[in-house]
């Protein structure tokens, strides 16, 4: 690692992840990948999966790497899932697509958004598997940035999304 150089992240650092989630800030380690000039890389370690994901320094807010969100946001994400759902007359699959999109940018209204809206559709109709598992990432993903953010348990987090999802 190389301690002269400032970072936007530090070691220890939570942060987020799009499409991966939750993780701390392991390490800043340097890397030559396929034999380029060496960069340095954040190790972020996910929270959820265990697995271990290098980012390039250079390139992490561009990728979509973010701090856990601040306690406005964190009202804000409440309204989202408060709000009503935004009901699509498109198939399933083209309505897969557009939810996976907005659960992989990483910003947390649009996966409180695919949250809302994929809860409120299971409410009338069964969802396809993959939209299951899209709920359940969906939830999974806010759950663990919101016990964060709060500083509050899993349980409880996930207990207040129940009581506002229903």
């Known amino acids: 690692m190389i301690s ?11 942060a ?3 499409s991966h989630g939750v993780g701390t800030i392991e390490n800043i380690q340097e890397c030559a990948i396929q034999g380029d000039n060496a960069q340095d890389f954040y190790v972020l370690k996910i929270h959820s999966t265990g697995a271990k994901v290098m980012i390039p320094t250079v390139s992490a807010k561009t990728v979509g790497m973010r701090a856990i969100v601040s306690m406005p946001e964190v009202e804000k994400v409440y309204e989202t899932l408060k709000s009503p759902s935004k009901k ?3 198939t ?3 309505r897969f697509r557009a939810l996976n999109e907005k659960l992989n940018t990483g ?10 809206d994929l809860s409120s559709l299971k409410s009338t109709k069964e969802l396809s598997f993959g939209e299951k598992k899209m709920l359940e990432r969906a939830k999974s993903m806010l759950i663990s940035e919101l016990s ?13 999304l129940n009581r506002i999802l229903t």
């Not at 002269?4 to 070691?11: G, L, R, T």
């Not at 910003?107 to 809302?116: K, M, P, S, T, W």
């Not at 709060?150 to 207040?160: H, N, Y």
């Open 148 to 160: 964060i953010a709060k500083d509050s348990e899993l349980g409880t987090i996930e207990t207040e």
């Open 16 to 18: 987020v992840y799009p």
């Open 4 to 14: 002269h150089k400032m970072y936007d992240f530090n070691i220890g650092q939570k």
């Open 88 to 90: 699509s007359s498109a």
């Open 92 to 94: 399933w699959n083209r």
């Open 107 to 116: 910003d947390i209204i649009d996966i409180a958004e695919v949250l809302r």
